[in-house]
């Protein structure tokens, strides 16, 4: 269970920071071909890629996991119990684990601690007739609350800001409002408490911030033409505030700790017309599905390495009659995955091989350890069956097999003239994978 933790972490680890470098490498071509607005879209890119990698897995198995396979199995296991220790390997994920959670818990009561230093710092906020909230400790506008976001703005707001500016700077932060970057803007510090081990989160919480700024300003624009003067004298007037966005992690604030040259740059560009917009938008559209898919039929690949390739061969003979039937097959299925047979009455088999445990992959032992059979090394397959009759279990076999070796197993029909002999084949070659895969036709 902790290793499949950490594999989730470092698996959605990789999906963020390659959307964000994706992001980082479209977003200002993206600003000036269809505008700020829709360029802001591609970070839905991130948490698509991110949620992708935690549906379920498709599956891998290019053969048929289904066989039929007649016969009764009465093992002949004979090895000895294992004693459990802790692995170099458990320990070394146990270690990481630890410190990703105490990273985790120490960056969220951080972030908390600022967050609730920043609203003391507010001191008693007041409001007024227009449903603004005034604080005597900022110099500039903000929008406080995820659930219920309000405008906090200076007291002296009026006297600061002339009339066209104070209306230009209020839609700016209802536009925040509107579009629920506050919202946002929680979700994106609960990432970086999650991968505050990740130096590309911490740049793309800058990048967001600065999107959602220009992103704003292209919206106010778009209903104010003939306010690109006004807007950018309230920005220059902005420069003023000397408080650190640091003190404020959740929030959205009318200040020019982003770049206030690049913000004064977009307003002079022209505002794309709405099919450059629709066209952008299609695009991101495009782009976000093609990356989710990737990511999520990735994971195929990335648990092929737990594909198992059987060979059985069964040998059925009847010594009064001197008949002999030989069966041979070969399955491709996962570790973990039953091998279900039922087409020799009275008698069926079902098999499931197993591999070691590894980062990532761990296996649910506790059946194996109450019948006392000895887990596998890593060099090793065990394959667990159960023997049925009219769909009761009469017996459950297992046998531990080296990866690539065969192991026999012998029995005779109870009550029958039968002779079954089983021999199994576990390999995790990937050639022979490959070889068995082309034979079935991809299948």
Request: glycine letters at 6%.
């Amino acid at each position: 269970m902790r290793a499949d933790v950490l594999q989730v972490v470092l698996d959605t680890t990789l999906a963020l920071s390659a959307a964000v470098v994706i992001v980082r490498l479209l977003r200002k071509p993206l600003q000036v071909t269809v505008g700020a607005r829709t360029a802001y879209w591609v970070w839905i890119l991130v948490p698509t890629t991110v949620l992708a990698v935690l549906l379920p897995a498709p599956s891998p198995m290019l053969a048929s996991p289904q066989v039929d396979l007649p016969g009764q199995i009465r093992t002949a296991l004979s090895a000895a119990t294992a004693s459990e220790s802790m692995s170099y390997r458990t320990e070394l994920v146990n270690l990481a684990l630890l410190a990703w959670a105490v990273g985790t818990g120490a960056m969220w009561l951080w972030m908390l601690a600022r967050q609730r230093s920043f609203l003391r710092s507010l001191g008693t906020l007041t409001r007024d007739a227009n449903g603004l909230h005034r604080s005597d400790t900022i110099l500039a506008p903000m929008l406080l609350g995820a659930w219920r976001p309000k405008i906090v703005v200076p007291t002296d707001f009026e006297s600061r800001y002339s009339p066209e500016e104070r209306e230009l700077i209020l839609a700016h932060e209802r536009a925040h409002k509107s579009r629920g970057d506050v919202a946002v803007n929680l979700a994106a510090s609960v990432a970086l408490c999650v991968y505050w081990f990740n130096p590309l989160i911490y740049r793309a919480l800058a990048w967001l911030r600065i999107d959602q700024e220009l992103a704003c300003d292209a919206l106010v624009l778009a209903q104010r033409r003939g306010a690109r003067r006004h807007y950018a004298d309230a920005l220059l007037k902005a420069q003023v505030a000397t408080e650190s966005t640091l003190r404020q992690p959740i929030g959205c604030r009318w200040q020019s700790t982003h770049p206030l040259n690049e913000r004064i740059s977009m307003l002079k560009r022209p505002l794309p017309g709405r099919l450059r917009r629709l066209a952008g938008l299609a695009f991101i559209a495009l782009l976000t599905g093609i990356s989710g898919y990737a990511a999520w039929a990735g994971q195929a690949v990335s648990q092929d390495d737990r594909a198992i390739l059987i060979g059985l061969k069964v040998t059925v003979s009847d010594p009064q009659k001197t008949d002999v039937h030989v069966l041979n097959y070969q399955i491709v299925v996962r570790s973990g995955e039953s091998i279900q047979t039922a087409n020799a009455p009275p008698l069926d088999l079902a098999c499931t091989p197993y591999l070691a445990d590894q980062p990532g992959h761990p296996t649910d032992w506790s059946d194996q350890k109450v019948r006392g059979i000895p887990l596998p090394r890593s060099d090793q397959i065990l394959v667990d069956c159960a023997i049925r009759r009219d769909g009761k279990v009469l017996e459950r076999p297992a046998v531990i097999v080296g990866d690539g070796k065969t192991g026999t197993i012998e029995t005779n029909e109870p009550g029958g003239p039968h002779r079954y002999r089983i021999e199994i084949t576990p390999s995790t070659s990937p050639e022979k994978l490959a070889a068995v895969r082309r034979q079935s036709g991809g299948k």
